[in-house]
């Protein structure tokens, strides 16, 4: 068997194999009492990790960073402060000027997230699309040749966000097709790619995937990933990235902020220092979004740029910086640590840094 046989064998074989029931999953780990009531509870919403992700568990620890992300858990049936159809009050710009299919997700003028399937490498239980793609209770149709049709007829959108679910779970064929039709539009400038495979089923980058992605072209491909914990960053993580990359691919990070999981100094700088020795350049953290089911994932507002003044910004390089932002209803938010200009008058400004030190700068004139 030659190495690409082996490595598409090994993608969809990790797929097959993934851990869907309770007996499964006590081969991995041994399931917590809290655990096991949250597996029977939410029995009817798709669950399911890839055997290579289910290998970075920690098989005693019940608070493993791993484990909380992808076994149910009984608080996702508490809901207090999350909204019910969340998804569609994101989307609720549309208006009868603005009839667009369901696969089209429009905030800006110049962009949009195209969504063509919702399947996943495995099904966060953080997730804020999680009423269609975990729970299923809503059911959309994601139909790539009626979004194609539709970006054609819009000249203004020149960057497509290609997302999910996990768009990297469709087929070579099928992600030829996109990318092929996406590029005779000529105003298609870029194309980019929300996935999470690389993180859960990095064997899905296979030399196929490579010559479907790869290559010079006019318009080019920026992949967006989603590291959450720096356990998660393996050699195969960091391999699958340095194949994305040598094939053309620019590979960034979005993290989604987790009480428990990554909300404390430590893991968040040690995740963001691992990510540049992996190649991958922090894009955003984002905060964890009012969709029902996930109060306990949920942090205060602030943390996040509490997290990037304390651990990056000035503590490390500026390339481990990615900005932290609100995704809502009327786009994405940034919300930064704002604490730089400590006094401005007429004659200066008073600056703070990383270490509390101030410096004074005259505050001059634009000269005309
Ligand atoms: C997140 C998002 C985008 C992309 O936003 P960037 O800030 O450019 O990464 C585009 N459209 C929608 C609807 C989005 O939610
Ligand atoms: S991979 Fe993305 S879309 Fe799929 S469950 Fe996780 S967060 Fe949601």
Redesign the pocket.
């Known amino acids: 068997m030659n190495h690409t046989n082996y490595q598409i064998e090994n993608w969809k074989h990790q797929l097959q194999n993934s851990i869907r029931t309770r007996e499964e999953l006590a081969k991995w780990i041994h399931i917590s009492p809290e655990e096991e009531a949250g597996i029977q509870a939410l029995s009817h919403t798709r669950w399911s990790i890839t055997p290579y992700y289910a290998s970075l568990m920690d098989p005693d620890d019940p608070n493993c960073p791993i484990r909380k992300q992808v076994i149910p858990s009984i608080h996702e049936k508490e809901n207090r402060y999350g909204m019910d159809d969340y998804l569609m009050f ?1 989307e609720n710009r549309r208006d009868e000027a603005d009839i667009r299919p369901d696969a089209i ?4 003028k110049d ?3 195209f969504t063509v399937t919702d399947r996943c490498g495995i099904y966060c239980r953080h997730c804020f699309r999680k009423e269609v793609v975990v729970d299923q209770e809503i059911q959309l149709r994601f139909d790539v040749d009626e979004g194609i049709a539709w970006i054609s007829e819009h000249p203004e959108i020149r ?1 497509v ?1 290609i997302t999910g679910g996990d768009p990297l779970m469709l087929s070579d064929d099928k992600l030829e097709y996109l990318i092929r039709k996406l590029r005779e539009i000529p105003h298609i400038e870029m194309i ?1 790619f929300g996935s999470r495979l690389p993180v859960v089923l990095p064997q899905r980058i296979t030399p196929g995937l490579k010559r479907v992605l790869g290559g010079f072209h006019r318009v080019p491909i920026w992949l ?1 990933t989603q590291v959450n914990h720096p356990k998660e960053i393996t050699p195969q993580l960091a391999h699958a990235v340095y194949d994305l990359l040598s094939c053309g691919v620019n590979v960034g990070n979005q993290m989604v902020l987790l009480k428990g999981i990554n909300d404390d100094d430590a893991t968040f700088k040690k995740l963001h220092l691992k990510l540049l020795q992996a190649r991958i350049r922090p ?2 953290v984002f905060y964890c979004e009012p969709a029902p089911g996930i109060d306990h994932f949920r942090t205060s507002v602030e943390r996040g740029a509490e997290l990037i003044r304390d651990n990056l910004r000035g503590h490390t390089t500026g390339l481990a910086q990615p900005m932290y ?1 609100l ?1 809502t209803n009327i ?2 938010i940034p919300l930064m640590p704002d604490y730089y200009i400590q006094e401005k008058t007429e004659e200066h400004y008073i600056l703070k840094n990383h270490r509390g030190e101030t410096t004074t700068i005259p505050n001059i004139p634009e000269v005309e």
Request: overall charge positive.
């Open positions: 994101k997700g429009r905030q800006y962009r949009i997230a960057d966000l980019r967006n894009y955003y932002v995704a786009g994405k």
